[in-house]
């Protein structure tokens, strides 16, 4: 098939041939690209946003709440009465088994069919499933948004997050951890420009009879989309053949880590050695830990320190509602800066992983963690706000850096040839994580509260485990060994997977050194950076002017 009939073809538009770069292409556009997606898909961690004004869409000013005599089942269906926030967190719960699920069973098909095929399917289902919940909240049936956002949201949300690891990894061999840390930064900020745009769009839409929810799912799917379309339209794969202009592999026997491979491990074969089910352990583990804090961040800092954060000496039961009230907004300062902690950390630790190795970082988490996480009572006791603060941003910073090191580590071991799939397998220890964290947490809590245990010492154990968990990581991790030879991928067989894969990327290379010689300085690159970062700039800036509170 000529290019031009390539180009023509609908099919050929989306089909990784289609997609191989031509010489010159910058490698700089493509991490843009990936932000594109991750901001957008990261909504999924803003979704909380939603969750008071649909409590109350049907009473619209107060909720109207559903008889005792209903079933689960009778209240999923009710049109009559508003939906608890217990019924619309379970949004949370989809979004993160389906998001692993997801990059777990179609990891192999993105691997063959590309990225750009990839963005565009989970554009589609993240801003389809969006309006299927405006459909649903405004016939006001919870069913129909756990469908839409929560099932066809959290397929796109698998594929979207996915989509770039493998191919920045490719473009970027000199520097994977900064690569996948670009890129997964964004999933992280997406809350940050996402949540407070939706708060001023459901403002703007609302009205006597309308919360403006409905409205603003629409809203948001139509800006998504437009992002999301232009972010799978911008990936390049690199040929076969490509590397940096005037780098070369190392040979990993000269810097003395065995765990980096020049070969190349089947995803059929990868899941069922140990070190991917280590590494498996080792993700889920810390995020585990990390996703219990962020869920519990707001309550803890307002039960730990209550009055102490607006300047009285009372206990959070002492407090009058105003009062409450007063530090529930400094609270929101406090998630808003461990945001800033969780997004920065992404791209620090990846970065960072780079210089000190992705085995010798992880070390770092886990002795590290482990250390902040038994210091938290202390500090509680003694009532060291800024300490207290300071030791849940490092936290968050290193929750963050977990995901964004984690596709590089796997680069390292497994090879780079199919390492998007094998990273969507070890996503389904994020989605183990994200019912491990929240419910480890929340059940310890009440239990120690129905055992009388003050509210600002409802935490202590909670942290202590947590701490035991990373000890456990820290094992998982001294353990991880390299891949043995026996695993890796024969001549004959990696030609095959790039046959099957169309991967062989000859009708566009004439010169490799061409390739190399990529344009340094590009107003493509400038507007498509612009494009990203104007956005998320905007998102920063609202939450550190939120994060100014906790200070005053």
């Known amino acids: 098939m000529s290019t031009a009939s390539i180009a023509l073809s609908p099919g050929g538009l989306l089909s990784r041939e289609r997609i191989i770069a031509r010489p010159g292409f910058n490698r700089w556009l493509v991490p843009p690209a990936a932000l594109a997606i991750h901001l957008c898909i990261g909504m999924a961690y803003g979704f909380s946003v939603f969750w008071l004004p649909l409590s109350r869409a049907i009473g619209i ?7 005792k005599e209903l079933t689960f089942f009778q209240e999923v269906f009710a049109t009559h009465c508003d939906w608890k926030i217990s019924m619309l967190g379970w949004m949370y719960t989809l979004f993160f088994v389906f998001l692993g699920s997801s990059a777990a069973i179609w990891g192999g ?24 919940s405006a459909l649903g909240v405004y016939t006001h049936q919870i069913w129909l948004m756990w469908l839409g956002s929560g099932v066809i949201g959290g397929i796109g949300l698998g594929l979207g997050y996915i989509s770039p690891v493998s191919t920045l990894i490719k473009w970027f061999p000199d520097r994977r951890g900064m690569a996948t840390g670009m890129a997964i930064m964004g999933f992280g900020g997406g809350a940050m420009i996402g949540a407070p745009l939706a708060d001023k769009l459901m403002k703007f839409f609302a009205t006597p009879a309308s919360v403006g929810v409905w409205e603003t799912f629409v809203c948001l799917a139509v800006i998504y989309f437009v992002f999301m379309m232009a972010g799978a339209l911008g990936y390049r794969v690199p040929s076969e053949n490509w590397k ?84 529930a907004a400094v609270a929101a300062g406090f998630t808003g800066l461990l945001s800033l902690f969780n997004i920065g950390g992404r791209f620090f630790w990846a970065s960072l992983s780079d210089k000190l190795g992705r085995k010798n970082t992880y070390f770092v988490f886990f002795a590290l963690g482990l250390l902040l996480y038994a210091l938290v009572p202390w500090t509680a006791s003694t009532g060291a706000l800024v300490l207290f603060v300071a030791i849940f941003c490092v936290i968050l910073s290193m929750y963050g850096g977990g995901f964004a090191t984690v596709p590089a580590y796997l680069a390292d071991m497994f090879g780079t040839k ?23 947490v929340n059940y310890i809590r009440e239990y120690q509260l129905e055992q009388g245990v003050a509210r600002a010492d409802a935490y202590s154990m ?91």
């Open 61 to 67: 000013t107060e909720t109207v709440a559903c008889s």
């Open 462 to 552: 909670t942290m202590y485990i947590l701490a035991g968990l990373l000890a456990l990581g820290f094992v998982c991790n001294w353990l991880v060994t390299s891949v043995a030879e026996e695993h890796h991928m024969s001549d004959s067989e990696l030609a095959e997977e790039k046959k099957i894969a169309d991967d062989t990327h000859q009708h566009f290379v004439a010169d490799v050194e061409a390739l190399a010689d990529e344009a340094r300085h590009s107003w493509k690159v400038t507007l498509a950076w612009a494009a990203v970062w104007i956005p998320l700039g905007w998102g920063i800036w609202i939450t550190l002017q939120k994060t100014l509170l906790l200070f005053r």
């Open 244 to 327: 940096p202009a005037g780098w070369t592999a190392p040979d990993p026997s000269k810097q003395g880590n065995s765990l980096i491979t020049s070969k190349h491990v089947h995803l059929d074969v990868a899941w069922r050695t140990k070190q991917f089910w280590l590494v498996w352990g080792v993700l889920c583990l810390n995020v585990t830990a990390g996703i219990g804090i962020l869920g519990m961040a707001s309550p803890l800092l307002q039960e730990v320190f209550a009055g102490k954060l607006i300047g009285i000496d009372a206990t959070f039961n002492e407090l009058t509602a105003a009062q409450k009230g007063q530090i």
């Open 418 to 440: 199919m390492v998007g799939a094998i990273h969507g397998r070890l996503l389904t220890a994020w989605s183990t994580a994200g019912v491990l964290g929240p419910v480890l």
């Open 109 to 132: 098909w993105l691997e063959k069919a590309g990225p750009r095929k990839a963005g565009v399917v989970s554009a589609c289902c993240w801003c389809g499933g969006l309006l299927i």
